[in-house]
C-alpha cells in the first residue's frame, strides 16, 4: 500500500473512531465533533509507537483543506444574519459576548506572561478552553506565518485537547455557579421573559385597525405618514363586505379596515394615528383572494428590488412579509431579493401564478448545490487570506490566513447573496454536509499529528499544568460576565445562558440551557443573537494574540 492510500486509511479510521467517541454521553453531555480529535490522539499514540510512517504532505493538504471549507461554510452559513446580529436589538448581548472573548484573551496573555508559558502552547489551550475548532486552526495558521516548525504546530494541538473537556464542562458549571448564587427559579425566569420579550419569537405582527380619523379620509394610502414612515405593510384593505388588495394610490375612507403587517412599535404607532384596533375578520377565505408563500429561485430576479418588479401595478399583488434565512423582514420598494427568500403574497390566485412564473418558486432548487460559487468564494477567501499587510512595530506581516480569508469573504458573499447568475445559497443540509467534513479531516489530522507525544506530556510533562490553565480562561470570562449580565445588564437567566453557550460557539451548552425549560425560547435566540460576531472573533482572537506576544 502506497504511503498517501495508508495515510487517507488511517484517516479513514481516525473518523469513525472518533465519531463514535463523539456520540458516547455522560449526564447526557458528550464531545460531540471533538471527540474525533481524541480518535486522532489516540490512533496517532500507536502509529508513532509502531513507527508507522504517514505522507506528511498528504497530511498537511487534508488539514488545511479541512479549515477551508469549515471556516467557508460557516461564513455562508451566519452572513446574512451576521450584521443584522450587530444592530440595537441585540447590542448588549453582543456587547457580553464579546467581553467574554476579550477577557479570555487577557487571561491567556496574564498566564503566558507570569508562568512562561511557550507561545504554540498557551494558543492551543486558549482554543481548546473554548471549544472553538476554527481558533485552533487560525492560531496554527499564524504560526506558520511566523515561521513556526512543525513540532511547535504539534504542541498547541496537545494544548488545545488538554484544555478541550474542561471547556466543554465548564460552561456547564458556570451556568449552575450562577443559578446558585442568584437562586434562580427557572419557571419563574421562562415566565418573565415571555411577558417581556415574548414578542421577540416572531420578528413580525399583524393588526386588524379601522379608519376613524376624519382627517385620513379621501387620502391615498401612500400619504398616510404612520403607513409610510414606519416599516409597516398594508396587505388587505376591508370596504364593507368587500376585501381589496390595496394600491399605494388607493384611496381611504372613514371605517375602511386595514391589515397591517410590521413590528410591533411600528403597529402601535400606527394605531394611534388611523384608529382603533378591531375583531372584524380580514380573512381571504371565502372570497377571491388568496395568500401564498413563493420562493425566489429565478436568476433573473435576484438583486432586483421589489419596486423594479411592479407587482402592485401589473398584478394587483402585495408582498406582506419576506422571510430570508430563517428571519422575517417587513418588505420594502428598496428591498432587494436574493435567492431563497421567502415572499408571502396576497392577492388573486391567477395574479399570483403569474408572479410565480417571476420569481421562480422551485423548490427543488433549493436542495441543489451551485458549486461554480462555492469554489470561487473559496478560490477569493484564499487570495484574500495570502496578502500580506505590513504593520510597524510586528515582526512579519500580517495576514488573514487560510482561516480569516475564507471566512471573511463567505461573510460578505453570503450578505451580497448574488452576482448576475451566481448565488452563494446553500442548502442548510449541504452546508451542513461540507461543513462536518472539513473538520473532521482537520481534527483527524490534529490528533494525529498531536498523538505521538500526548500521554507523555499529559504524564510526565506539563499536561497538568496546561489543564490548570485552560481551567482559567474558561472560568474566569464566564463567571466574570455571567455575574455582570445579571447584576448591572439585568439580565433573564435563560437569556444569560443561551448567551454564554453562544459565547464559547457551544451547540452542547445550548442543548444543556434549552433543557432547563424546554419550552422556552430564551436560549436559542440569544445564542443565534451572538453567535456570527462571536465566531468571527474566535477566529481573529488567536491571530492578534500571536502577533502581540510573538513581537515581544
Given at each position: 500500500?502506497?504511503?498517501?492510500a495508508?495515510?487517507?486509511?488511517?484517516l479513514a479510521?481516525?473518523?469513525?473512531?472518533?465519531l463514535?467517541?463523539?456520540?458516547?454521553?455522560?449526564c447526557?453531555?458528550?464531545?460531540?465533533?471533538g471527540?474525533?480529535?481524541?480518535?486522532?490522539i489516540f490512533v496517532?499514540h500507536?502509529t508513532?509507537?509502531?513507527g508507522?510512517?504517514l505522507?506528511?504532505?498528504?497530511?498537511?493538504?487534508?488539514?488545511?483543506f479541512?479549515?477551508?471549507?469549515?471556516?467557508?461554510?460557516?461564513?455562508?452559513?451566519?452572513?446574512?444574519?451576521f450584521f443584522a446580529?450587530?444592530?440595537?436589538?441585540g447590542?448588549?448581548?453582543?456587547a457580553f459576548?464579546?467581553?467574554?472573548?476579550?477577557l479570555g484573551?487577557?487571561?491567556?496573555i496574564?498566564?503566558?506572561k507570569?508562568?512562561?508559558?511557550?507561545?504554540?502552547?498557551?494558543?492551543?489551550?486558549?482554543?481548546?478552553?473554548?471549544?472553538?475548532?476554527?481558533?485552533?486552526?487560525a492560531?496554527?495558521?499564524i504560526?506558520?506565518?511566523l515561521?513556526a516548525?512543525?513540532?511547535?504546530?504539534d504542541?498547541?494541538g496537545?494544548g488545545?485537547?488538554?484544555?478541550?473537556?474542561f471547556?466543554?464542562?465548564?460552561?456547564?458549571?458556570?451556568?449552575?455557579?450562577?443559578?446558585?448564587?442568584?437562586?434562580?427559579?427557572v419557571d419563574?425566569?421562562a415566565e418573565?421573559?415571555e411577558?417581556?420579550?415574548?414578542h421577540?419569537k416572531?420578528?413580525?405582527?399583524?393588526?386588524?385597525?379601522?379608519?376613524?380619523?376624519?382627517?385620513?379620509n379621501g387620502l391615498?394610502?401612500k400619504d398616510?405618514?404612520?403607513?409610510t414612515e414606519?416599516?409597516?405593510?398594508?396587505?388587505?384593505?376591508?370596504r364593507?363586505e368587500?376585501l381589496h388588495?390595496?394600491?399605494?394610490?388607493?384611496?381611504i375612507?372613514?371605517?375602511?379596515?386595514?391589515?397591517?403587517?410590521?413590528a410591533?412599535?411600528?403597529?402601535?404607532k400606527?394605531?394611534?394615528?388611523i384608529g382603533?384596533?378591531?375583531d372584524?375578520?380580514?380573512?381571504?377565505?371565502?372570497?377571491?383572494?388568496?395568500?401564498q408563500?413563493?420562493?425566489?429561485?429565478?436568476?433573473i430576479?435576484?438583486?432586483?428590488?421589489?419596486?423594479h418588479l411592479d407587482?402592485?401595478?401589473k398584478?394587483?399583488?402585495?408582498v406582506?412579509?419576506?422571510?430570508r434565512s430563517?428571519?422575517?423582514?417587513v418588505?420594502?420598494?428598496q428591498?432587494?431579493?436574493?435567492f431563497?427568500d421567502?415572499?408571502?403574497?396576497?392577492g388573486?390566485q391567477e395574479a399570483?401564478?403569474s408572479?410565480?412564473?417571476?420569481?421562480?418558486?422551485?423548490?427543488?432548487k433549493l436542495q441543489q448545490?451551485?458549486?461554480?460559487?462555492?469554489f470561487v468564494?473559496?478560490g477569493?477567501?484564499?487570495?484574500?487570506?495570502?496578502i500580506?499587510f505590513?504593520?510597524p512595530?510586528?515582526?512579519?506581516a500580517?495576514k488573514?490566513?487560510l482561516?480569516g480569508?475564507?471566512?471573511?469573504?463567505?461573510?460578505?458573499l453570503?450578505?451580497?447573496?448574488?452576482?448576475?447568475k451566481?448565488?452563494?445559497?446553500?442548502p442548510?443540509?449541504a452546508n451542513?454536509?461540507?461543513r462536518?467534513?472539513?473538520i473532521?479531516?482537520?481534527?483527524?489530522v490534529?490528533?494525529?499529528?498531536?498523538?505521538?507525544?500526548?500521554v507523555?506530556?499529559?504524564?510526565?510533562?506539563?499536561?497538568?499544568s496546561?489543564?490548570?490553565?485552560?481551567?482559567?480562561i474558561?472560568?474566569v470570562?464566564?463567571?466574570?460576565v455571567?455575574f455582570?449580565?445579571r447584576?448591572?445588564?439585568?439580565?433573564?437567566?435563560?437569556?444569560?445562558?443561551g448567551m454564554?453557550a453562544?459565547?464559547m460557539?457551544?451547540?452542547?451548552?445550548?442543548?444543556?440551557?434549552?433543557?432547563?425549560h424546554?419550552?422556552?425560547?430564551?436560549p436559542?435566540?440569544?445564542?443565534?443573537t451572538?453567535?456570527p460576531?462571536?465566531?468571527?472573533?474566535?477566529i481573529?482572537?488567536?491571530?492578534i494574540?500571536?502577533l502581540l506576544?510573538?513581537?515581544v
Amino acid at each position: 500500500m502506497s504511503d498517501i492510500a495508508l495515510s487517507i486509511s488511517i484517516l479513514a479510521l481516525v473518523a469513525v473512531l472518533g465519531l463514535w467517541i463523539g456520540n458516547w454521553r455522560i449526564c447526557g453531555v458528550g464531545l460531540g465533533i471533538g471527540g474525533v480529535l481524541f480518535g486522532g490522539i489516540f490512533v496517532g499514540h500507536f502509529t508513532d509507537s509502531w513507527g508507522v510512517a504517514l505522507d506528511s504532505h498528504t497530511l498537511h493538504f487534508i488539514q488545511e483543506f479541512g479549515l477551508i471549507l469549515f471556516v467557508y461554510t460557516i461564513g455562508i452559513q451566519v452572513g446574512p444574519g451576521f450584521f443584522a446580529s450587530l444592530r440595537s436589538s441585540g447590542l448588549k448581548l453582543n456587547a457580553f459576548a464579546a467581553l467574554v472573548v476579550l477577557l479570555g484573551c487577557i487571561v491567556a496573555i496574564g498566564l503566558y506572561k507570569i508562568f512562561d508559558v511557550p507561545l504554540p502552547v498557551i494558543l492551543g489551550i486558549f482554543s481548546g478552553a473554548v471549544t472553538n475548532t476554527p481558533s485552533l486552526g487560525a492560531g496554527q495558521q499564524i504560526l506558520t506565518e511566523l515561521g513556526a516548525q512543525e513540532g511547535m504546530l504539534d504542541l498547541t494541538g496537545m494544548g488545545y485537547a488538554v484544555a478541550y473537556p474542561f471547556g466543554i464542562c465548564g460552561i456547564l458549571l458556570t451556568m449552575w455557579i450562577l443559578r446558585l448564587a442568584f437562586r434562580v427559579n427557572v419557571d419563574k425566569e421562562a415566565e418573565e421573559f415571555e411577558l417581556q420579550n415574548g414578542h421577540k419569537k416572531q420578528n413580525l405582527h399583524t393588526l386588524n385597525v379601522a379608519i376613524r380619523n376624519p382627517n385620513l379620509n379621501g387620502l391615498q394610502l401612500k400619504d398616510v405618514p404612520a403607513l409610510t414612515e414606519g416599516d409597516i405593510v398594508c396587505s388587505r384593505l376591508k370596504r364593507g363586505e368587500k376585501l381589496h388588495v390595496p394600491r399605494p394610490d388607493t384611496r381611504i375612507e372613514t371605517n375602511d379596515l386595514l391589515h397591517l403587517v410590521g413590528a410591533k412599535n411600528a403597529l402601535e404607532k400606527a394605531r394611534l394615528v388611523i384608529g382603533d384596533v378591531v375583531d372584524a375578520s380580514l380573512s381571504t377565505r371565502g372570497t377571491d383572494l388568496r395568500v401564498q408563500r413563493l420562493v425566489v429561485t429565478n436568476e433573473i430576479v435576484l438583486g432586483k428590488k421589489i419596486s423594479h418588479l411592479d407587482l402592485k401595478e401589473k398584478y394587483d399583488v402585495v408582498v406582506s412579509r419576506l422571510n430570508r434565512s430563517g428571519v422575517e423582514l417587513v418588505p420594502t420598494s428598496q428591498t432587494t431579493l436574493q435567492f431563497g427568500d421567502i415572499l408571502n403574497l396576497v392577492g388573486r390566485q391567477e395574479a399570483i401564478e403569474s408572479v410565480s412564473g417571476i420569481v421562480g418558486n422551485a423548490h427543488q432548487k433549493l436542495q441543489q448545490v451551485q458549486m461554480l460559487p462555492v469554489f470561487v468564494g473559496i478560490g477569493l477567501g484564499v487570495l484574500l487570506g495570502s496578502i500580506p499587510f505590513y504593520l510597524p512595530g510586528f515582526p512579519a506581516a500580517i495576514k488573514l490566513g487560510l482561516a480569516g480569508g475564507p471566512l471573511l469573504v463567505a461573510l460578505i458573499l453570503a450578505r451580497i447573496g448574488s452576482i448576475g447568475k451566481l448565488y452563494w445559497f446553500m442548502p442548510p443540509s449541504a452546508n451542513l454536509a461540507l461543513r462536518e467534513m472539513g473538520i473532521v479531516l482537520f481534527l483527524a489530522v490534529v490528533g494525529l499529528k498531536s498523538g505521538g507525544g500526548f500521554v507523555d506530556t499529559l504524564v510526565n510533562g506539563d499536561g497538568l499544568s496546561w489543564m490548570g490553565y485552560g481551567i482559567v480562561i474558561t472560568l474566569v470570562p464566564l463567571l466574570t460576565v455571567g455575574f455582570l449580565a445579571r447584576i448591572v445588564g439585568q439580565l433573564n437567566y435563560l437569556t444569560i445562558c443561551g448567551m454564554l453557550a453562544g459565547s464559547m460557539t457551544d451547540p452542547p451548552a445550548l442543548a444543556f440551557a434549552n433543557g432547563l425549560h424546554p419550552t422556552s425560547g430564551a436560549p436559542a435566540l440569544s445564542y443565534a443573537t451572538v453567535y456570527p460576531l462571536v465566531m468571527c472573533l474566535r477566529i481573529l482572537s488567536p491571530q492578534i494574540l500571536a502577533l502581540l506576544l510573538w513581537a515581544v
